[in-house]
């Protein structure tokens, strides 16, 4: 084989790596407690180049929870990527955690919290052929503008865009979104509190996409944040 042939080789391999993706494999919603034993939860097919995303969404009537350690098959998944404390008790937190998983279609994970928690919401993704080993950029927001929580937030190249809102109020009836498509909506404790995630891929370089999560219900309140990765 020639010199030139080879390289060809090369450069054709590189120009057939598929783009960054992501998906939403699912939502759990465990029982009231501190810390959470979740076992078995689907994370989707498996993947030499799989980073496992959780968005947690939690909230307590009471006061505002840290999350203490987090694991996905005893592994500490590190630090969050993103987290926000929300407007109200009511409103509740959100934290993203992520880590490479790429075997198994399954995993085990331990949350703990500094107290207990009236409800908990664990919104898995999976993400493919990621071209940074960290986020491209966050987004959050805490200071609800009449029913809207919005932020913006940076594209890479054929990059993705995952969010999660935390939305409370007097029965709530649902979140609506705009700069990504929604992926889940959801009541996580009694009438009070919904949890939402959108999310939006294959883009373009952006500076300053905007993120909104619209929360239908009285006196609104809660959190919104997300990340973005290329």
Known sequence: MSFLAGMQGVVGML??????????????????????????????AADETRRVIIALAWNNAVAHRTVSSITMDTVSMGAALVSVVGSSFLGGDIAFYSALKPAGTTADFQINFSGINV????AIFRALNENSITPHDTLSDNAISGSNFSDTINIANSGWVIATANGSGTSP?????????????DV?????????????QLLSV????????TIAAT???????????G
């Open 15 to 44: 120009a057939a790596k598929p783009p960054p993706s992501v998906s939403y494999i699912g939502i759990t919603k465990p029982a009231v407690a501190q810390n959470f034993t979740l076992s078995g939860l689907s994370i989707g």
């Open 119 to 122: 409800a908990l919401s664990v």
């Open 173 to 185: 009836t649902g979140v609506t979104w705009a700069g990504a498509t929604e992926q889940f909506d």
């Open 188 to 200: 996580i404790d009694a009438t009070v509190v919904r949890d939402s995630g959108a999310l939006e």
């Open 206 to 213: 952006q500076t300053g996409r905007t993120i909104t999560a």
């Open 219 to 229: 006196s609104p309140g809660g959190c919104l944040a997300g990340i973005s990765w």
